[in-house]
């Protein structure tokens, strides 16, 4: 019996690990994807990449645009694909275009995306962010709010914040499209995080809860001074690869 007990408590341990959120790897296209049956394809780097196999099981899935790509080989940079994975169409894909990469929980392939409470790290929520293949939308669980949130390239919700960030005498990572930045450090740039599309550029916006100053050493394009409580948002043009501050 204690032997029994045992054995229930292990398997208990088994179903009940401590989750910790991985982020997806973002890479680009090395060339265009021109056909829709073209099956090998570039990548600017195939880190992350995963062929199936007996050791690793399923491998990676990439997701380019709107369309999903389940990797069967990997050769340097060149990975040999199932095109129109979960759901979705093959297309023509552009020099460049952003690439998602991840293990195929990493996907969600459904008619309507998350909504309501959630887990950083568990459930639908091992991987960050979370993309639903089927309508192209990127979602981020808050940790300020333990909701699900809209992440980049997501016009399917109103922005919510997410994890407040430090300033640092450098660059800083962008939680979401909105989060807090405390202290009153000089930053010299943003680190372009996963799902944000600097070919096809955007906004975030932060809320100071510091008198932090911004420089042009790195990606800002103009020098600013935040405003304790007044939002600073910055939009990246692809053709300068810079931001610019709304102040």
């Given at each position: 019996?204690?032997n029994?007990l045992?054995l229930?408590i ?17 890479t680009t ?6 056909a829709?049956?073209?099956r ?18 399923s ?30 169409a ?8 952003m690439v ?13 995306d998350?909504a ?11 991987y960050?962010p ?7 939308n990127?979602?981020?669980?808050s ?7 809209p992440?980049?390239?997501n016009?399917?919700g109103v922005?919510q914040v ?17 989060f ?25 916006s932060?809320?100071?809860?510091g008198?932090?100053?911004?420089t042009?050493a790195?990606?800002?394009a103009?020098?600013?001074?935040a ?8 939009t990246?043009?692809a ?7 709304s102040?």
């Amino acid at each position: 019996m204690k032997n029994f007990l045992k054995l229930l408590i292990i398997l208990a341990g088994v179903g009940s690990p401590a989750f910790a959120q991985t982020s997806l790897t973002a890479t680009t296209l090395g060339s265009a994807v021109n056909a829709i049956n073209q099956r090998t394809i570039q990548l600017a780097s195939a880190t992350g990449v995963v062929a199936p196999s007996a050791l690793t099981g399923s491998g990676s899935e990439l997701f380019i645009d709107s369309e999903a790509f389940t990797v069967t080989s990997v050769s340097g940079t060149y990975v040999t694909v199932t095109r129109g994975a979960s759901g979705t169409a093959a297309s023509a894909h552009v020099l460049g275009a952003m690439v998602l990469i991840g293990p195929p929980q990493a996907f969600i392939s459904t008619p309507f995306d998350p909504a309501g409470a959630c887990k950083v790290g568990a459930g639908i929520f091992q991987y960050s962010p979370l993309i639903n293949v089927r309508t192209g939308n990127e979602w981020l669980c808050s940790t300020i709010t333990g909701k699900v949130v809209p992440g980049f390239s997501n016009v399917a919700g109103v922005p919510q914040v997410t994890t407040a960030v430090a300033s640092a005498a450098g660059l800083v990572t962008p939680s979401g499209p909105l989060f807090h930045i405390t202290g009153a450090l000089a930053i010299t740039g943003f680190n372009i995080p996963v799902g944000f599309d600097p070919k096809e550029g955007g906004t975030i916006s932060v809320i100071p809860d510091g008198a932090f100053t911004t420089t042009t050493a790195g990606n800002i394009a103009v020098a600013s001074t935040a405003v304790v409580g007044k939002v600073l948002s910055f939009t990246y043009d692809a053709n300068t690869a810079k931001f610019y501050p709304s102040y």
